[in-house]
């Protein structure tokens, strides 16, 4: 990796950035089959709780709309969604209960984001990189249903939906390499705080990002394939349960989250 | 290549550099750890360590614009006491906990274009250590003592400005922030049952200032680092007491004062 590296940044076809484009880009990145994992612990006196849940087919899109890039920098927005509307799968989750191998609760889960980054971009001196520092609104979704409790059913039509959400600063690297067919990557950190949940501890979490794609160039437009991974993890008040009549309630969040999501992604750049 | 990436480090510290030791009187450490257990009372342990740290940073140019920097913090390790989540009910552990912390963290610099300010990209890697006694639990005295390391390795990337002394202005000033994430994690007593075991995510605050004395430097700067590992952990004492736990975060700061010279 290094070696490949040092060849990009100084080999004759580390010159293609997106400095050359010269227009503002509107892109879509789609994971059509990206697969979401997702874990959590949390504590109900007086004991703590832990899940098991599938891996969840969970489809990504990302929207992004970036600035005319300069040596001084550009500005870019980008929307990253998936969950039961784009076609995210529910999958079992099970709460195991604190006798070994017995099951407290039993439900089907799906588990979705919507985060939006708002990016400046600044490229590095001599090199076709670009540091990248941005500020990011993040929203988990939690969506169970068919619970059962103890052995007892949950009355038709119970549900759930809850969410976290978080706000970040975030830091990150990018390139391209190439001409008319480059070699683009991209990594990124970002660190979460939650203004909005005090009573949440102060380290809220990260998001770590890195993706990576080869694409051909026609005309003002660009096809991308590649691929990409996000991992997650994120605190939250959790400890809450729903009355389930008969029951001791049921388990609907958690204090301590982790969810990474990876898979293919296609991307289509428009220069307008 | 790790031989010929040495070789140009060591070519490149000959060049030009500096290197400085740090000095934390005081460092303050917070430590929690919380999730799965093997027995299912009790759910976090804190301590609050506060002793010595020190370290060192090492920064070489290896062209004019590209530089690197190595900057390693231990802390001086000594038993303070460790108290167990209260629950309802008379449930608690207590004990004396000795948390050692090392962090290493090297990466590379260069500038943005048109700007003083540098991009960072590195690796960094923690070690921790938790050697636990005198520990109660549920007003039980546990016999046994027990000895829990975590190790990450990670990337990190994050921005360095400084200025330096000029023309009459003997002082500088120097800050960075770093983000990390951990990419792998072990500990050495692994421990099924839990859900969140692999992974974490760090960061390192750094900010300096201080006068320069030709090729000596005396600087008052301050540092915040964050290390939070997941690893499998939840292992159980004959009483019940934890022993180890799963997420581990673990907080470092407080100011230090840092002697260096340029070479």
């Known amino acids: 990796m290094v070696v490949l590296g040092l060849i990009l940044l100084t080999g004759p076809w580390g010159v293609a950035s997106s400095l050359e484009t010269g227009r503002p880009t509107l892109s879509v990145t789609f994971l059509p089959t990206a697969v979401l994992r997702y874990r959590g612990e949390g504590k109900i006196l007086p004991q703590g709780y832990v899940n098991r849940t599938e891996n969840q087919r969970a489809p990504l899109y990302r929207l992004e709309w970036r600035q005319n890039p300069g040596p001084g920098g550009s500005w870019g927005i980008s929307l990253w969604h998936t969950g039961v509307f784009g076609g995210g799968l529910f999958k079992p989750e099970r709460v195991p209960d604190a006798a070994p191998g017995s099951t407290y609760q039993t439900n089907l889960l799906n588990v979705g984001f919507t985060n939006l980054f708002v990016t400046f971009h600044r490229p590095l001196e001599g090199w076709p990189l670009e540091a990248e520092i941005s500020l990011s609104v993040a929203r988990e979704i939690f969506k169970r249903k068919s619970f059962v409790v103890q052995g007892v059913p949950a009355p038709m039509g119970f549900d759930d939906v809850n969410e976290i959400s978080a706000e970040g600063i975030g830091f990150g690297l990018s390139g391209r390499h190439g001409g008319r067919l480059y070699l683009r990557w991209r990594a990124a950190a970002n660190y979460y705080v939650q203004i909005f949940d005090a009573k949440t501890d102060a380290s809220a979490g990260q998001i770590f990002q890195s993706e990576g794609g080869v694409g051909w160039r026609v005309g003002r437009f660009t096809l991308e394939a590649g691929g990409l991974y996000q991992f997650w993890f994120i605190l939250s008040q959790g400890n809450r349960r729903l009355e389930v009549p008969g029951t001791a309630g049921a388990v609907i969040s958690y204090n301590r989250q982790q969810t990474t999501l990876g898979g293919a992604h296609l991307k289509i750049n428009a220069r307008y | ?263």
């Open chain 2, 1 to 263: 290549m790790s031989a010929a990436a040495a070789l140009a480090f060591a070519a490149a510290s000959a060049i030009a550099g500096e290197f400085s030791l740090q000095g934390v009187p005081q460092a303050r450490m917070e430590y929690e750890g919380t999730g799965f257990r093997q027995t299912p009372n009790g759910w976090e342990l804190k301590v609050k360590p506060w002793t010595p740290a020190a370290g060192f940073r090492w920064r070489a140019s290896v062209t004019p614009k590209l530089a690197w920097q190595a900057q390693y913090w231990v802390n001086r390790s000594a038993y303070f006491m460790e108290d167990g989540n209260t629950q309802a009910g008379p449930l608690r552990q207590t004990g004396q906990t000795r948390q050692s912390l090392e962090a290493l963290w090297v990466d590379l610099r260069r500038p943005l274009g048109g700007s003083s300010v540098e991009a960072v990209a590195g690796v960094h890697g923690v070690h921790q250590s938790f050697r636990r006694k005198s520990i109660v639990f549920n007003t039980l005295p546990e016999a046994e003592t027990a000895l829990d390391t975590q190790t990450g390795a990670g990337l990190h990337l994050g921005f360095h400005a400084r200025r330096g002394p000029r023309e009459g202005r003997p002082g500088y000033w120097e800050g960075e922030v770093l983000l990390g994430h951990l990419v792998w994690t072990r500990n050495n007593n692994p421990t099924e049952g839990g859900s969140i075991h692999r992974g974490g995510y760090t960061y390192a605050v750094r900010l300096e200032a201080g006068r320069v004395f030709g090729r000596a430097r005396l600087g008052l700067g301050y540092t915040r680092q964050l290390y939070e590992i997941l690893v499998p952990g939840g292992r159980a004492l004959p009483t019940g007491a934890a022993a180890s736990l799963p997420i581990n975060k673990t907080d470092f700061f407080g100011p230090y004062l840092s002697l260096g010279w340029t070479y």
